[in-house]
């Protein structure tokens, strides 16, 4: 995965949530964007920092990348596809 230097299309701040609701927050937003739009998702914890990238991968998106921060907060960019 590489380092975002763009500002993301739309972030997506979902540190409170837990799965799988984690990921339908995450869906619904890439439905808002277009094709090759970004969206950056801040979430909590080690189930959905690996959930959230995987099932947005088995959807045909890009994570473009994903970097883990103090206390387990974990920002997840990915491209809509």
Known sequence: MKYLTTVPDLELDITSEICPMTYVRTRLALDRLQPGQILAVTLRGEEPARNVPRSAER???????????????????????
């Open 59 to 81: 959807q045909g998106h890009e994570v473009v990348a994903q970097e883990t921060y103090a206390e387990g907060v974990t920002r997840v960019v990915l491209r809509r596809k």
